[in-house]
């Protein structure tokens, strides 16, 4: 249960490239996922707030073949067709997976996108692009679509915060909470209240993205590769870091 190892919690801090809110400062997104345990305690939890919307998300994440950008912690989707979204922490050298940075182009791609789309690419290390076209994006880099990962959200909230409720296809439910700060707010102050919100219920904390679930049912080997591991899988990391050395 949540509230018995609130030490363990980890927070992923998200800079998004567009303000998601009406007041642009609070541009720092600080996040919790968890696997629900209980789903019928979750539902009675999610009855007290205010349901926003429910819709399918279906994502599209692309790879090479090797899947070298999940084993650098480089993540580029296409969400529902309309969107290009990278997400990558350079800084990360510890596996923590708790900030990344993110950018978001709209599809088809515009012109306009061009400059910042190729900075992008030059940071990660990939070939940019002459044209908006995400197929020489996906040609010029080698990649395919690697994995889908496809969900139904439904989206509440209170005064506070924002929670989503997940039923991602052949992998379970899950609970992320969710709440924007300004550079200036106590975000410890945050956290904490964020805890106390969900604290009893019968979660699993998840501190990795729905790639990694992904790939530790479908393919181990890759899993094993990859620069973030499952809070349970931490151990097994060291193993193969120390292995490699």
């Not at 700060?181 to 102050?189: D, G, I, R, V």
């Not at 790639?211 to 990859?226: A, F």
Request: one cysteine or more.
């Amino acid at each position: 249960m949540v509230g018995h190892e609130p030490s363990k919690l980890t927070i992923r801090v998200r800079i998004p490239v567009d303000a998601l809110l009406s007041d642009k400062m609070k541009n720092i997104e600080i996040e919790l996922k968890f696997q629900i345990l209980d789903e019928n305690q979750a539902r009675n939890f999610l009855k007290s707030l205010d349901l926003i919307n429910k819709k399918r998300i279906v994502d599209i994440y692309l790879d090479t073949r090797d899947a070298k950008l999940y084993k650098n912690g480089f993540f580029i989707r296409i969400r529902d067709n309309r969107t290009l979204d990278f997400k990558y922490n350079l800084r990360d050298m510890e596996g923590k997976h708790e900030h990344c940075e993110e950018h978001s182009f709209s599809l088809p791609l515009k012109v306009d996108s061009l400059d910042e789309i190729n900075q992008v690419c030059k940071a990660l290390g990939l070939l940019g692009i002459s044209s908006p076209s995400l197929e020489e994006f996906k040609i010029k880099n080698n990649f395919i679509d690697s994995m889908i990962i496809d969900k139904i959200r439904e989206l509440y909230k209170d005064e506070d915060f924002g929670f989503c409720f997940d039923d991602v296809k052949e992998m379970g439910e899950f609970l992320e909470v969710e709440a924007y700060a300004s550079k200036e707010e106590n975000l410890e102050e945050v956290k904490n209240k964020m805890r106390e919100r969900i604290k009893g219920l019968k979660l699993k904390l998840i501190t990795t993205g729905y790639n990694e679930l992904y790939w530790k049912k479908h393919n181990i080997e890759i899993y094993k590769q990859g620069k973030y591991f499952l809070e349970e899988d931490k151990n097994e990391k060291s193993k193969i870091q120390t292995d490699k050395g």
